[in-house]
């Protein structure tokens, strides 16, 4: 089955690969409609089995997502319409960090606000060299509110993430990098051929590994150790009654390529 496109967010399948691209020129923003659409399409990543791996990235060359509209953050009209558009965010947001699917960030241009609590809600990011970072809502005089100030301390640690969101400055991707919040950085004109290539290699093996995987690192996260291993314990189970996990022992003890049937 052929995924929706919308107006605002692309999306085609190259070999078991879904590319959706955010477009909503020149800049990229994430509105109302933007997220709407994302989050459609992320319910039916969730159920379509041709697809095992997904790479989002921005239309054009200067921006991943520069951010939320900020026009249409101007024209909230009360405090129970800005909870309205904080609590749309963060459930699309929610939506692609659970599924359990790999999601890929190709990140290639600027990568501020919103957008980058986009890229933190993907469970791998991919950065060209040039592009930029960062939490800038403190400079409007409002705050991250679609995860921001909760995915950027786990990610980049408490002490950096205040410095990040507290001053509204930008940084570059090498910084990034260096504080673990992106996986790699490849030249600006590679981005997406990197993105798509990672992709790939995940899509090659079996679906319930990679499903079962990503489950148990989700729900483990952010329990005591001990309880997160009982989730591990119970992924493995899963996992070991799977027509794939036999085809892959077998494979290794036989010297040849496994051939994974999803199943």
């Known amino acids: ?3 929706t496109s919308g107006e605002c967010v692309k999306a085609s399948v190259e070999e078991r690969v879904a590319i959706l691209t955010i477009d909503h020129r020149p800049v990229n923003a994430l509105n109302r409609q933007t997220l709407q659409e994302l989050g459609s399409v992320v319910e039916q990543l969730s159920t379509e089995a041709s697809v095992k791996s997904v790479v989002i990235t921005g239309a054009g060359s200067l921006a991943f997502v520069a951010g939320a509209d900020i026009k249409e953050v101007s024209q909230l009209g009360s405090s129970q319409e800005a909870r309205d558009m904080s609590v749309l965010g963060q459930t699309v947001f929610l939506k692609l960090q659970r599924l359990r699917k790999p999601v890929i960030a190709a990140i290639n241009g600027v990568c501020l606000g919103g957008g980058l609590e986009l890229a933190m809600a993907c469970h791998l990011r991919i950065s060209g060299d040039r592009a930029r970072f960062g939490q800038p809502e403190v400079n409007l005089g409002i705050i991250p509110g679609w995860g921001g100030t909760q995915r950027l301390p786990r990610l980049i640690g408490k002490t950096k993430a205040i410095e990040w969101i507290l001053t509204g400055d930008m940084y570059t991707a090498q910084e990034a990098y260096r504080l673990g919040l992106v996986n790699q950085v490849v030249p600006q004109d590679q981005v997406l051929k990197v993105a798509k290539d990672f992709a790939r290699k995940i899509a090659a093996k079996g679906a319930v590994t990679i499903s079962q995987s990503l489950w148990a690192i989700e729900e483990g996260l952010e329990l005591p150790l001990e309880q997160g291993l009982t989730k591990e314990a119970e992924a ?28």
Do not use: I, N
Request: zero cysteines.
């Open 236 to 263: 493995f189970h899963r996992v070991s009654e799977s027509e794939d996990s036999r085809e892959g022992v077998k494979a290794f003890l036989e010297k040849r390529q496994p051939k994974f049937k999803d199943q």
């Open 1 to 3: 089955m052929p995924l």
